[in-house]
């Protein structure tokens, strides 16, 4: 059976969003399995170890608010009285993370059904978009304000696909947080088994073509970093920033992606 560092298992998990927060709740004492309390940050446990932490901090409907919350403050993006569009909603941590930072309205699009959480659902300020393919997406979809920030975390589809209709319905100036997943933007040839991608190589590669896309896009790349969590099944994931229209900034995305090896390495 693999095993991990238990601080690092924690941030994969999205108990914390950086391995500092989880060593401090560690050595706190307040981090358990099913019989004991673990408290050296450096302790080794099974992948597939359930763990408890007393108290649990998860400020979000989901894990994913932990990666719109780093964007925000790594991009230095301010959401007050933002219209934002949240493609990819599924259970809501995006828009969840969005309304703590005080959106004004967000639009939850997913293709899917039912995955909003009910305290979302009812919130006045969020119009749920359910069943809704963005792909085919124009500025009718939108009944109230057009959104002038979007935020991309999709899956088993390529960025690409997403971009082509946003453009259309964004203006100059506006951003773009997008939530790189290598695993659906790499050849097949490059996914390892269990849909994982490892080779920093590969992530670099995906990382260019992505913006590429978006530079057809006219989607100028302003900053990268990584996310602060892996995705389901452990794959290492990217928080890219681009605006509409403007200009690309120099970005060293061979380092991002180097710092994001260094971070989740076991």
């Not at 569009?85 to 969005?98: H, N, P, W």
């Not at 039912?114 to 393919?133: A, C, S």
């Amino acid at each position: 059976m693999e095993k991990k560092r238990i601080d690092l298992l924690l941030v994969e998990q999205g108990f914390f969003d950086s391995r500092e927060k989880a060593k401090r709740a560690i050595m706190a004492g307040i981090v358990h399995n099913d019989h004991e309390i673990i408290d050296k940050p450096g302790t080794k446990v099974p992948v597939d170890m359930e763990l408890f932490v007393k108290e649990s901090v998860m400020p979000y409907v989901s894990r994913g608010g932990l990666k719109l919350e780093k964007a925000l403050k790594y991009f230095d993006i301010t959401m007050t009285d933002r219209v934002m569009v949240d493609i990819g909603s599924s259970t809501g941590g995006f828009t969840d993370c969005a309304l703590q930072n005080k959106a004004k309205r967000v639009y939850a699009v997913d293709v899917g059904t039912n995955q909003l959480v009910w305290k979302l659902r009812n919130d006045p300020r969020v119009v749920v978009k359910e069943k809704t393919n963005f792909r085919h997406a124009t500025t009718d979809l939108f009944e109230y304000e057009l959104p002038n920030i979007a935020t991309i975390d999709v899956s088993f589809i390529s960025l690409k696909l997403i971009f082509e209709p946003l453009k259309d319905i964004l203006n100059d100036g506006d951003d773009i947080v997008a939530l790189i997943k290598p695993q659906f933007e790499a050849g097949r040839e490059d996914v390892g088994k269990k849909g994982i991608v490892k080779d920093a190589k590969i992530h670099q590669r995906v990382i260019e073509n992505v913006i590429s896309y978006a530079n057809e896009c006219q989607f100028s790349i302003q900053n990268l970093t990584y996310s602060p969590i892996t995705g389901g099944e452990g794959n290492i994931e990217f928080l890219a920033h681009f605006k509409v229209g403007g200009t690309n900034s120099l970005l060293q995305v061979e380092q991002v992606v180097q710092e994001a090896h260094d971070c989740f390495k076991g």
